[in-house]
């Protein structure tokens, strides 16, 4: 049997086997002291989604007072993590959105909250609490999903080899993705990142797969949604 590997993509694929991100986009508005905060949040896996996922906001809202953003990419030391107060006084908006994902332990996010000034000033603290809660209720509308890094392989083996290869990518959380019939079989398959630091993944001849994988477990759900 071959094999040909392919790297994980995205920048939380670099730092880690899973991640908490968003589990669907969403919208949602509060009041306050008259003045309208419309929280949108999206899942992205780079910084270019997330400022086409802002300037599309931006776009929709251009008569608002602030259109004000963070987000966050990417965890450890291989995470990014960017914010604007977008003409709202220094550290009183894009700080507390950002704050607001962290704290909810989320990446690959990205939220922007619209301000529609309803006339009376908030003051600084006004400022903070008013986006930090716009923003968290916004991350609360959108839930939270638990992503597995996968790391896509290509393998070939025989037609005698198929069933216990099959069997062996199933049981780590695998899936094929496509399969090509000829003289060999040859697949493309996805796994879970942490199968394969661990070698859990086939690399010798499956007479040897047995012993080479006894005891050995996986770790992580996919996709397990966590509320």
Not at 138 to 148: D, K, N, Q, T, Y
Not at 155 to 169: M, R, V
Not at 174 to 192: C, D, F, N, Q
Request: aromatic share 6%; proline share 3%; with cysteine.
């Amino acid at each position: 049997m071959k094999r040909k590997e392919e790297q994980p993509d995205g920048l939380a694929a670099k730092s880690g086997a899973s991640y908490l991100t968003v589990a669907r986009e969403a919208t949602a508005e509060i009041k306050i002291e008259r003045s309208r905060f419309i929280g949108h949040a999206r899942e992205v896996d780079s910084e270019a989604a997330a400022r086409e996922f802002i300037a599309r906001v931006q776009a929709e809202h251009r008569q608002a007072t602030h259109n004000c953003f963070a987000y966050r990419l990417g965890m450890g030391k291989q995470e990014i993590a960017y914010y604007s107060d977008a003409g709202e006084p220094s550290g009183t908006a894009g700080r507390p959105i950002l704050g607001a994902i962290s704290s909810l332990g989320l990446t690959n996010v990205a939220v922007v909250v619209t301000r529609y000034f309803g006339g009376k000033k908030l003051g600084v603290r006004g400022l903070i609490e008013a986006y930090g809660q716009a923003a968290r209720r916004v991350l609360e509308e959108a839930g939270s999903i638990r992503r597995v890094v996968t790391r896509e392989l290509e393998l070939t083996c025989s037609y005698a080899e198929l069933d216990q290869l099959l069997y062996q990518i199933q049981s780590h959380g695998g899936k094929v993705i496509e399969t090509e019939y000829g003289s060999e079989v040859r697949l493309k398959v996805a796994v879970p990142l942490s199968a394969w630091e661990q070698g859990l993944v086939p690399e010798k001849p499956l007479s040897e797969l047995k012993g080479f994988l006894k005891g050995m477990k996986l770790d992580g759900i996919r996709d397990e949604e966590d509320r």
